[in-house]
């Protein structure tokens, strides 16, 4: 079974500082690693994804996010926050072998930025 | 590239109906996935379709079920509307070998 912790309920960042998202992960084989954000009564929207190569991934809005296969983690950051980063994150894995492209969820980060 | 497209965007049902959502995938998709989003929680997988079959499936009751067209839309089942069917439901297309998934803005319905 896969799964994905978001240790994380809420997370509180002053604009202007940097800011990290946790995210460890469980799944058979190698991963497939998204993140997305939720904005209020709207849908999801893609941010970022690892699929293979270089563990440093770079996705929209500055946001950029870290593969440790070691520690099973994929953590989101940002070097500088925005007011408008404000938001719900979701991190998501699934298996990479073909067939299984069932995506699980975290149950979410409400990232608040503080002007 | 048109996105993927949800409808209707609110729906509000009674306990025990009948209700059929809706999601248009996105140019070039040929996969479809609905997710289920309780209020407060992480999306849910219900089910997914591939080539008009479905391929893969979460742990919700026979009474959620599903079509995919040729097209490659689908549509997404619900009978006997129980009050915890009240949810945002979320539809994602998605590539061949499933790299990237797009998600449309939901459905949120409210059973009453």
């Known amino acids: 079974a896969q799964s994905v912790a978001q240790p994380e309920d809420q997370v509180n960042v002053a604009e202007g500082n940097p800011l990290t998202v946790k995210c460890t992960y469980s799944v058979s084989g190698n991963p497939y690693l998204f993140w997305y954000v939720q904005y209020p009564n709207r849908g999801l929207q893609f941010l970022l994804k690892y699929i293979t190569g270089d563990n440093l991934v770079k996705g929209s809005y500055g946001f950029e996010a870290e593969f440790n296969k070691s520690q099973t983690s994929f953590h989101l950051k940002k070097p500088s926050a925005l007011v408008s980063d404000s938001a719900l994150y979701f991190c998501?894995?699934?298996?990479?072998?073909?067939?299984?492209?069932?995506?699980?969820f975290g149950t979410g980060t409400r990232l608040t930025i503080i002007p | 590239e048109t996105g993927v497209t949800q409808s209707p965007t609110h729906l509000i049902k009674t306990r025990g109906q009948q209700v059929t959502l809706r999601c248009s995938s996105q140019s070039g998709h040929n996969t479809v996935s609905w997710y289920q989003q309780a209020l407060g929680q992480g999306p849910q997988f219900i089910f997914q379709y591939y080539r008009e079959e479905e391929n893969g499936r979460g742990n919700f009751p026979p009474r959620f079920s599903g079509l995919q067209f040729p097209n490659y839309s689908s549509e997404l089942n619900v009978n006997a509307l129980e009050l915890d069917d009240s949810a945002l439901y979320l539809c994602?297309?998605?590539?061949?070998?499933?790299?990237?998934?797009?998600f449309g803005s939901g459905t949120r319905l409210t059973v009453v």
């Open positions: 998501a894995v699934r298996a990479a072998n073909f067939g299984n492209e069932k995506l699980t």
């Open positions: 994602a297309s998605s590539s061949p070998r499933g790299y990237g998934y797009t």
